[in-house]
Each structure stands twice: as structure tokens, then as C-alpha cells.
Nanobody, 123 residues
Framework: QVQLVESGGGLVQTGGSLRLSCTSSERTFSSYAMGWFRQAPGRERDFVAAITYRGRTYYPDPAKGRFTISRDNAKNTVYLQMDSLKPEDTGVYYC?????????????????WGQGTQVTVSS
């Protein structure tokens, strides 16, 4: 069982920045592809970013140019740098791991999930 713990959420004004972190104690963390998802109240989890173990990344159009996913395998940590935040970025952000090391965009394609961290962007 891979355990993931997110941190770094909070309240920020429109146009501000936050950096989320997701840390795992799994010793084979570097072999997993990682993703970030956002869930707003009453909505499904939306894909935000993904990264392979070698660092190849993928973003949906709303995140391109504003969000950056990265990882430090020595620290068993994946990051999500979020800039130029908008109110519609508000939600609970989850990190997830998939053992296939592919850039996957659907929640059911991921094997393990963190507990989430709240991000609120005020207008």
C-alpha cells in the first residue's frame, strides 16, 4: 500500500501562487507516475497535471502555462506549483500514483490516493 500525504494548501487571492507537495514513504516511489487532481464541491475530480518517473509531464489546457508539476525522487516528493490562481481553481487537491508509469488523466487509472489538501482562491 502506497501512502501519500499532501500539504501546502491554503487561502490565496486571485493572481497569487501556492506550491503543493505530496510525499510518500514508499521506497519504490520513483517507479510510479504521479498525478494531481482537483475536486470542487458537487463536481467530479478533474485532472490537473501528471508526471512520469523520468519527468515527462502533461497538463490539460486550463493548467497549461500556470501550473507546473515536478518531482524529487530522492525526497519521495512530487510538487505542484500553481501560479496566476483563479477562483475556479478552488477545491480539494489530491495527488495520486499509478504503477504503470503512464501519463494518465482519469481518476480510475490511478492506484493510490492521498487525503487531499484544500485550496481556496478568493476573488
Amino acid at each position: 500500500q502506497v501512502q501519500l500525504v499532501e500539504s501546502g494548501g491554503g487561502l490565496v487571492q486571485t493572481g497569487g501562487s501556492l506550491r503543493l507537495s505530496c510525499t510518500s514513504s514508499e521506497r519504490t516511489f520513483s517507479s510510479y507516475a504521479m498525478g494531481w487532481f482537483r475536486q470542487a464541491p458537487g463536481r467530479e475530480r478533474d485532472f490537473v497535471a501528471a508526471i512520469t518517473y523520468r519527468g515527462r509531464t502533461y497538463y490539460p489546457d486550463p493548467a497549461k502555462g500556470r501550473f507546473t508539476i515536478s518531482r524529487d525522487n530522492a525526497k519521495n516528493t512530487v510538487y505542484l506549483q500553481m501560479d496566476s490562481l483563479k477562483p475556479e481553481d478552488t477545491g480539494v487537491y489530491y495527488c495520486a500514483a499509478n504503477s504503470g508509469n503512464y501519463l494518465k488523466t482519469r481518476p480510475y487509472e490511478y492506484d493510490y490516493w492521498g487525503q487531499g489538501t484544500q485550496v481556496t482562491v478568493s476573488s
